[in-house]
């Protein structure tokens, strides 16, 4: 059983990561998809929310919840996963979290609201 929760920890470390991806990069893959951006820039939204009022992503009471199901220490598995949660839990001040999650916000709504380009070449 503790194969289970292990594997189930890890992929919630994995699907951790992914969401972090998504949030980052999703305005240039979901730029065109007007539905789908909705989605995004609510995830970005949350996102920066956690930061300002310093609340636990639930991915991560999962994740720590299953490690200790699997008997691990929170936080212990697989070489890869190991690197991927320096990736998502780095340590910085907290002022620099917010600032980039606010920054990443602006950015997403100036990237997905700002007037397309002209493809003509003036004269």
């Known amino acids: 059983m ?14 951790h990561f992914a969401w972090i991806l998504f949030v980052v990069t999703g305005a240039f893959w979901l730029r065109r998809h007007p539905r789908l951006r909705r989605i995004h ?3 970005v939204a949350y996102s920066l929310a956690i930061e300002v009022f310093r609340w636990i992503c639930p991915l991560t009471h999962l994740e720590q919840a299953l490690w200790r199901r699997a008997g691990a220490s929170a936080y212990q598995g697989a070489f890869l996963i190991h690197y991927v949660e320096k990736l998502i839990y780095f340590r910085a001040p907290q002022w620099l979290l ?18 397309p380009r002209s493809t003509e070449r003036p004269g």
Do not use: D, H, M, N
């Not at 917010?98 to 007037?115: D, E, G, I």
């Open 41 to 43: 820039l609510l995830a």
């Open 2 to 15: 503790k194969l289970v929760y292990t594997l189930a920890a890890e992929a919630t470390v994995l699907l």
């Open 98 to 115: 917010v600032s980039l999650a606010a920054l990443l916000l602006a950015a997403t709504v100036v990237f997905y609201f700002r007037p």
